[in-house]
């Protein structure tokens, strides 16, 4: 089965390509079940949310705090891998 790539691992490697780099770097099969685990913590999260804040606006926000925070962490995890190259 092949494997799913988010939409960071995509945009690098179209940079690469526009910029004639080779691959610089790979995350490692740990740092791949990380950001696994923390998209799962943070679906559940957000259907918690979906299911139990009413008011449209305070679940938008909530939502968009949940999206950042999980992106940032994410994110953190790429520019660790990206140190180490």
């Known amino acids: 089965m092949a494997e799913l790539k988010s939409a960071i691992e995509i945009a690098l490697e179209k940079s690469k390509k526009i910029a004639g780099e080779e691959e610089a770097w790979q995350l490692t099969p740990e ?3 990380e950001i696994a685990q923390i998209r799962q913590i943070y679906a ?3 259907a918690e ?3 139990l804040v009413t ?3 305070k679940r938008e926000i909530e939502l968009d705090r949940l999206r950042r925070d999980r992106d940032g962490k994410i994110e953190a995890i790429y520019q660790k891998a990206k140190a180490k190259k």
């Open 49 to 51: 949310v979906e299911i």
């Open 31 to 33: 740092q791949k079940n």
């Open 55 to 57: 008011d449209p606006e």
């Open 44 to 46: 559940a999260k957000v």
